[in-house]
């Protein structure tokens, strides 16, 4: 799990992937040679910071969405929220200016947040959750497993691929907006007609640690009967540990899937973590086990 | 009436409208060859469960919606809502798991849904009002006459239609999600420049049973006033019953037409209805047959 | 600033922006053969009531709504809003049915809208508030300086624009749904990578008059962080007044960039006024001056 590693520590929130496409390009571009099949690789500013790898002959992709919530620095010493992040009063942020790095911590008062850094923060300067990575023999708890262990499971599908697109996506957490650029491109390069969506969902009083990956048979959007069923049948003949989601509300890449100008089936596969949005998100090692297969099983037979 | 008569028995919860849509292809087939004109039929796969008849050369669309609201059994003895249905207490439901047929009540407490069947429900089946059908002299009462009814409407509509698509849409109850891919379709195909929204609106202060079909000025959404005129003008040398709604809130399958990348006009235009997803929807038969007519009527002169 | 003068008079809640198409539509066609580039025109009933004007080869667009807030009339004497306008009880509205011409105050009770017209007005009328220019030294005060400034910075841009879309849209104000359709029309004609917002924002706590014209970092959505850092690099070596906002609400015709099928940078570049959707929108004379020219400046050189 080295990559998992570098991964935890690249800072990304939603319009700021940059870093997080550079990374996965070179860790990309090192490995491909060793894969099953290797890649066609898309990207550049015709696709802004998205990442898009094709192989062989996609009947589906895999989303996983490059993005973490986070905070930007407002005037004096507001932060306004990126995406929907959990705060505790005295969580550490980082991030940097152009006066240099910073390290403060945030404060929540009458729904207003605020930092306690020393200098003024540049208006419009990114910060995330300090990051503090632990491995028991059970569980990982991190910041932005949601979703750093998506991309994850990504990567290690990209080993065995043999047909279909490997998306990785942008503004997931807030609001989205990539995925309909993408799918206008997929769809014009070599066209699909369905997508797994590998992200991070939530542990409910239905959704336990321990019981596998969760098939969400919906949040707040309802995929396709027809296509759940087809899922849900190859989970239960694959042995794979897997739980089932019945959810009224949460969102992913899906919804802009569901919401596309195309016939693409879509669902939403992936661990499920404690302590959302929170610098504590934890992930049962067991269901990421479970997610990395399930993947890999479904792929070659959807 | 005997195919309104079928089509209030079949469910279809938005997602799983399957059913619907193999009823409607067999009837169109058993009927086509009686039509005016025969329509090009298409369906299949690569259009998920929509539905869509082409007749002649369109210059617009009539859209009607196959599914309805309902339920989805949650973990343990619990529901959620599918699209928004109105909730009594004791109110039947029906369905169908691996176990067999489902038959219980539904609950609501706190805000959270609960059936009162004698065993487990698999989580993720779909549930709907049990039907009740009651015709009077002047009204008929049932679940589901949204958007029965506007189904019935549309195939009515094909009896005598010259130039027009007529489109069988799915997922209009709970958020959409399927008209941007039916006008990406028949943009492509056989464009069209506007689409008349075959459904049941609401009973207000204003719209009125027995006063007409209603024509929308607005709900949430505001089509483009150029074109409202247009229907307007038209209805009135109709001398077809006809009222005007104007509403801050309601949304229909116009939603997405209005959002979508085409130049399209849209108007809904559809009976008004008491009790609205409930399993007691009321709607005057002297309205119905103002919306069948004014369907007839505006298809051939827009 | 006479043009200016000109469309502050003409009425055009969402959804009736023909009377502001017409004009434009003259005023560009008396006004092209001076400019610069001599821009092609692109209007008519395949585009609905937006107009286009593509000049050379365009990398860009500028995005001006044409559209206004307003009230419609509901049934008795029931107003409905359109947009978002914020009511004083006792403003006065203008409007026109069949009947005649319409001037009458409106009132807030409970949370809903009415008026005092002596008569009753036909349902679905479209009322707007009754227009009072002043001019002072600094300040411009009017309704609709959303977004009549706008449109009058758009055209400003036209005298000397060599490269670029001037678009102006429609239903802005009420949810959108023109921008998808011109996007379409944009990629298809002459494709861009980027679009800025010609539109008027919000005073507060960090957005103030007279500090020079806004460069949005974010509103409700936020732009590519690459795009806006070129733009902010530009505007700092422009020597032209400006200033960032950073804030978490509003919204403009650039989230419909953000969810378009395209790779496009947006942002946001306007003054701010005080008074928002009120008939006393006020602006700093010396912000419209600083956004005139930053449009000029940035377009020549993004």
Not at 212 to 240: C, Q, T, Y
């Amino acid at each position: 799990m080295n990559v998992l590693s570098d991964l935890l520590e690249i800072q990304s929130t939603s319009g700021d992937e940059s870093s997080m496409r550079e990374f996965l390009l070179n860790y990309i571009n090192q490995r491909k040679d060793s894969w099953n099949v290797c890649p066609e690789i898309h990207f550049g500013t015709q696709l802004h910071d998205c990442l898009l790898l094709k192989f062989g002959n996609p009947r589906g992709a895999v989303f996983a969405h490059m993005d973490t919530i986070g905070f930007m620095s407002r005037y004096q010493n507001q932060l306004i929220p990126i995406g929907g992040p959990e705060v505790e009063n005295g969580t550490y942020l980082i991030g940097e200016d152009k006066f240099g790095p910073i390290r403060c911590r945030v404060f929540e008062e009458d729904g207003n947040l605020f930092h306690d850094f020393g200098r003024k923060i540049t208006p419009g300067t990114r910060l995330s959750f300090e990051q503090n990575v632990k491995i028991s023999e059970n569980f990982i708890q991190a910041a932005y497993l949601d979703n750093r262990l998506g991309i994850y499971n990504a990567l290690n599908l990209c080993e065995n691929l043999e047909d279909g697109w490997v998306v990785f996506s942008t503004f997931e957490e807030h609001g989205g907006g990539s995925v309909p650029a993408i799918l206008e491109f997929i769809q014009k390069t070599s066209p699909i007609h369905f997508a797994l969506i590998s992200d991070i969902t939530w542990i409910t009083d239905g959704v336990l640690h321990d019981e596998g990956v969760v098939v969400s048979i919906r949040d707040k959007h309802i995929p396709r009967k027809k296509f759940l069923d087809k899922i849900i049948d190859l989970a239960a003949e694959s042995n794979i540990p897997y739980q089932l989601e019945i959810e009224s509300s949460g969102s992913s890449d899906g919804r802009e899937v569901q919401f596309s100008p195309y016939f693409i089936d879509w669902c939403f596969i992936g661990a499920p973590e404690d302590n959302v949005h929170s610098p504590k998100e934890k992930v049962s090692l067991s269901d990421l086990d479970a997610m990395l297969k399930m993947y890999v099983y479904l792929m070659a037979r959807l």
